[in-house]
């Protein structure tokens, strides 16, 4: 019954992503984490998502990011020090696009909590942005839940409903930055490896805008 309700799902996704992103402004990340175990208390994480203005191949940005992490108590409370760099693309007001870079270093803590079959984690991100000869920092609260349906645990084959909130913070005046809010179904194919289709509204200053997220999890130990 999973199964099905999972292949119903990710079919329901993929035929909407396709359709909304012909007839609408709404775009569609592609992003990859990977968290490798390189003992019981260091991690090597690393990411890309390759974000875009309608299904794939209209770049809005590319981002890589890496860091080296510990973990202050037995999986769990951990600390890490990391880099990002993002390339950008946006359109101006003559249709054209212009593109630039940024580079950011970045530090965050992250712990987790698990009540009954939820499983919540907080992340606190704190960001230092290099953009041309513009220097930034920002502050970001990530809190996430998951739930599975079938498993008692995200253990393998199981399917499992996902979502997150997280606020942005500018350091200097406005302060608001952000907020994005997310909702998905997933599948877990083992314990080390799981992905997601979503949907994700970010409220900004002045608009709001959607994307639909494919991701994938990789949390296979070096």
């Known amino acids: 019954m999973y199964k099905q309700l999972l292949y119903l799902t990710v079919s329901f996704f993929l035929f909407s992503i396709t359709v909304v992103a012909q007839k609408s402004n709404t775009g569609n990340w592609f992003i990859y984490f990977g968290n490798q175990k390189i003992n019981s208390r260091w991690n090597w994480h690393n990411e890309v998502q390759y974000r875009n203005y309608n299904f794939a191949g209209d770049l809005n940005q590319l981002l890589l990011r890496t860091g080296i992490g510990y973990n202050l108590s037995e999986n769990n ?14 359109y101006g007001n003559n249709g054209f696009k212009s593109d630039k870079n940024e580079h950011r270093i970045f530090q965050q803590f992250i712990t987790k909590q698990q009540f ?9 991100r704190i960001e230092e942005r290099f953009i041309l000869n513009d220097n930034k920092v920002r502050f970001r609260y990530f809190l996430a839940v998951n739930k599975p349906l079938n498993k008692k645990q ?31 179904v997933g599948y877990c194919i ?22 639909f997220q494919v991701v994938l999890f990789n949390n296979l130990p070096l």
């Not at 009954?116 to 606190?124: A, G, K, M, T, V």
């Open 77 to 90: 409370n951990n600390i890490l020090l990391g880099y990002a760099f993002i390339h950008s693309e946006t």
């Open 116 to 124: 009954n079959s939820f499983f919540i984690l907080h992340r606190y």
């Open 154 to 184: 995200m253990v393998k084959n199981a399917v499992y409903l996902s979502a997150y909130n997280e606020v942005f913070l500018h350091a200097n005046k406005p302060v608001f930055d952000r907020n994005r809010l997310y909702g998905a």
């Open 190 to 211: 083992n314990k080390f490896v799981r992905f997601e289709i979503g949907y994700m509204t970010q409220i900004l200053e002045n608009k709001n805008q959607s994307q």
